[in-house]
């Protein structure tokens, strides 16, 4: 049993480049979320998914974009990187909003 | 709008001592309560929730928490803490309906010291 999977775990772009985040889980979970972990910041929530179809906007969205197409995958695209989001990404999945989420191993980002 | 707030960014404590880890939070409607704890590169794991009834909560590795609604506070805490409890803890609150946003505290950097 996998979990939540995230790849890759580390990655260097160059300002204006894209690239996209891949995160799967293999758990049937419905809720899926991604997050920036800044020091000092805690995690921040940039997008959501409530189900594969339906995604929406957390705190800190800009920059980003998301799609849900299957329940399994949720990958989170940059379609132009910027020094700003240089950061650590989580990715996590839950079952229902009243059980925990469930945390990848993060992609360590740096934007040059 | 909910939020969550860690006051310690940092606490040093001896082994075999207690631990308290401050957590207050504030929303106009009630919340579903967790506290995860974070190794260093890797992600969160889950120590505890409170969803409802007792305010009393115990969780993995000897934690325990308090829900304590008139004060908004969901402190975290270990009789006695080892070297292995070295880590970072986060508070965090979901709503029971609507949005599905979670909120994280900011955290705080738990080290025990020898």
């Known amino acids: 049993n996998a979990g939540v999977t995230q790849t890759p775990k580390f990655q260097v772009l160059k300002t204006g480049q894209s690239m996209t985040l891949q995160c799967a889980q293999d758990m049937n979970h419905e809720y899926m979320s991604w997050y920036r972990q800044d020091p000092g910041m805690g995690l921040r929530l940039i997008h959501y998914?409530?189900?594969?179809?339906?995604?929406d906007q957390g705190e800190v969205p800009n920059g980003y974009n998301v799609s849900r197409s299957t329940t399994e995958d949720f990958p989170l695209r940059l379609l132009s990187a910027a020094p700003s989001q240089t950061s650590v990404y989580f990715c996590?999945?839950?079952?229902?909003?009243?059980?925990?989420?469930?945390f990848g191993d993060g992609t360590r980002l740096s934007i040059l | 709008a909910q939020s969550v707030t860690q006051l310690d960014s940092q606490v040093p404590v001896f082994e075999e001592a207690p631990v308290e880890l401050r957590c207050n939070y504030s929303s106009s409607v009630s919340v579903y309560l967790f506290w995860y704890v974070q190794y260093p590169n890797q992600g969160l794991q889950l120590l505890l929730k409170?969803?409802?009834?007792?305010?009393l909560v115990k969780g993995i590795n000897g934690f325990e928490a308090e829900f304590n609604k008139s004060q908004t506070s969901f402190h975290l805490r270990k009789p006695s803490v080892h070297i292995s409890d070295t880590a970072e803890y986060f508070c965090a609150v979901s709503p029971p309906s609507g949005t599905y946003k979670y909120i994280f505290g900011t955290g705080t950097r738990l080290k025990v010291l020898a």
């Open positions: 996590a999945s839950s079952y229902a909003r009243n059980q925990p989420q469930h």
């Open positions: 409170y969803l409802s009834g007792s305010t």
């Open positions: 998914s409530v189900g594969a179809g339906i995604t």
